[in-house]
T-cell receptor, first 108, second 116 residues
């Protein structure tokens, strides 16, 4: 089983749509979880941290299910500017472990 | 807003040559990292560094690689004898905390290394 697994997509959605991404991780000892966004040939940028209680930042909602080792990201009211690759990140002791990323294309 | 900077943005080198990639982490951060991303693939961890020592390194980080913090601001990655498969984007990152006290890592814009 891969350390962090994501559906690579692409997800092609119309503007205004709601889209959800999922991620699973293999190490039950992982302690911190994040979603990063990566634009083409750019560096990963933090989108949001993920907490067990769930957290929301504007149109973005992240959820963590430790029992199932599953992380999700929900984007409501998609904008053209949301087009990017979304990286699921799980921490090791002194490192980040990245998923392959899920590509999102928001269409006009 | 403070940010991680990296130089050069693009480095082209011949196979077998040595390269040094440079990074200036965010000033009050204590933990430093190098990652790489081969085109079309995921971001992969190379090495983490704290208190002038390597904290953890991956299988990729073999004897051809080394890291150094030569002064109070720079953090460098050296590849002694580059191979074609070293061609990738190399990202530096830093965080205020690390280890069991996980903290957000901030990434620099990357150095694109092309080995011919």
């Amino acid at each position: 089983r891969k350390e962090v697994e994501q559906d690579p997509g692409p997800f092609n959605v119309p503007e205004g749509a709601t889209v959800a991404f999922n991620c699973t991780y293999s190490n039950s000892a992982s302690q911190s979880f994040f979603w990063y966004r990566q634009d083409c040939r750019k560096e990963p940028k933090l989108l949001m941290s993920v907490y067990s209680s769930g957290n929301e930042d504007g149109r973005f909602t992240a959820q963590l299910n430790r029992a199932s080792q599953y992380i999700s990201l929900l984007i409501r009211d998609s904008k053209l500017s949301d087009s990017a690759t979304y990286l699921c990140v799980v921490t090791g002791t002194y490192k980040y472990i990245f998923g392959t990323g899920t590509r999102l294309k928001v269409l006009a | 807003e403070p940010e991680v900077t990296q130089t050069p943005s693009h480095q082209v080198t011949q196979m077998g040559q040595e390269v040094i990639l440079r990074c200036v982490p965010i000033s009050n951060h204590l933990y430093f990292y190098w990652y790489r991303q081969i085109l079309g693939q995921k971001v992969e961890f190379l090495v983490s560094f704290y208190n002038n020592e390597i904290s953890e390194k991956s299988e990729i980080f073999d004897d051809q690689f080394s890291v150094e913090r030569p002064d109070g601001s720079n953090f460098t990655l050296k590849i002694r004898s580059t191979k074609l498969e070293d061609s990738a984007m190399y990202f530096c990152a830093s965080s205020r905390l690390g280890g069991r006290e996980h903290d957000t890592q901030y990434f620099g814009p990357g150095t694109r290394l092309t080995v011919l």
